[in-house]
C-alpha cells in the first residue's frame, strides 16, 4: 500500500521522517572526490526533496541552480525555510507537485543532475513508470542521475519484510537501461545506489 501525503505531513510536521535527518553521505562524497563538480553541473533537481538538505548542501557547494519538488506543502515550507537560513535561498527553488503527474510545474528538461533518494521507491505500477519518465526527462543529454532505492526479491524476504516499497532486482535496467549507462555504488544490503549516465544519442 502507498503511503499518502498526509503520512508524510505528520512526519514533517513533528520532524520524524527518518529520512530526513542529514545530507546522504553518497552525495557529499561524490561532490568532495570532484565527481559531481559544480564547474561542470550548472542545474540540478532533488525528486522527493523533503525538507531540502540535498537542495541546500548543493547550492552551498557552488552549484548555481538547484530545485527541489515534493508532494508535501509542509517539507516544502520547511525546506524554503532551510534555504533562506543558509544564505542560498536565491539558488534554490522549491515546488509542490506530484511527481507522478503528466506535467510537473516548475520543472522543465535539461538538469545536469536529477536525484531521487526514494521517490521511485516509494510508487508501483504506473505510477512507477511516470517517476522514471520523469527522471529520464528531466535529465540532459551526457547529464547524470542519482538514484536510491530499496531492492530485493519479495519472495525471499520475511513476509513483515513483503510490505516495504522497493524495485526488484534487474528493475533498473528495465526502467533505465535503454537510456542510461548505470553504474552501481557501494551501499547497503537489499538497497541499490545507482549513478546513471544519460546517453548522448
Known amino acids: 500500500m502507498r503511503?499518502?501525503?498526509?503520512?508524510?505531513?505528520?512526519?514533517?510536521?513533528?520532524?520524524?521522517?527518518?529520512?530526513?535527518?542529514?545530507?546522504?553521505?553518497?552525495?557529499?562524497?561524490?561532490?568532495?572526490?570532484?565527481?559531481?563538480?559544480?564547474?561542470?553541473?550548472?542545474?540540478?533537481?532533488?525528486?522527493?526533496?523533503?525538507?531540502?538538505?540535498?537542495?541546500?548542501?548543493?547550492?552551498?557547494?557552488?552549484?548555481?541552480r538547484v530545485d527541489g519538488v515534493d508532494f508535501s506543502p509542509v517539507a516544502i515550507r520547511q525546506a524554503r525555510a532551510r534555504a533562506k537560513a543558509a544564505g542560498v535561498g536565491d539558488r534554490c527553488g522549491f515546488h509542490r507537485a506530484d511527481l507522478t503527474a503528466a506535467t510537473v510545474p516548475g520543472l522543465a528538461p535539461g538538469y545536469d543532475l536529477v536525484c531521487d533518494f526514494g521517490a521511485l521507491n516509494d510508487t508501483v505500477g504506473e505510477a512507477r513508470l511516470a517517476v522514471a519518465a520523469l527522471i529520464t526527462r528531466l535529465c540532459k543529454p551526457g547529464g547524470r542521475a542519482l538514484l536510491w532505492a530499496f531492492q530485493g526479491d519479495k519472495a525471499e524476504l520475511p513476509a513483515a519484510a513483503r510490505m516495504a516499497p522497493m524495485i526488484a532486482p534487474g528493475e533498473e535496467k528495465e526502467l533505465f537501461g535503454e537510456t542510461f549507462d548505470i553504474e552501481y555504488l557501494p551501499t547497503r544490503?537489499?538497497?541499490?545506489?545507482?549513478?546513471?549516465?544519460r546517453r548522448q544519442s
Open 3 to 64: 503511503l499518502r501525503p498526509w503520512f508524510y505531513n505528520t512526519l514533517y510536521r513533528l520532524k520524524m521522517a527518518p529520512w530526513d535527518k542529514e545530507v546522504r553521505p553518497v552525495l557529499v562524497e561524490l561532490v568532495e572526490t570532484g565527481r559531481l563538480d559544480p564547474t561542470e553541473i550548472r542545474a540540478a533537481v532533488d525528486l522527493g526533496c523533503g525538507t531540502g538538505a540535498e537542495v541546500v548542501y548543493l547550492a552551498a557547494q557552488g552549484f548555481q
Open 189 to 197: 544490503p537489499r538497497t541499490a545506489m545507482l549513478l546513471m549516465t
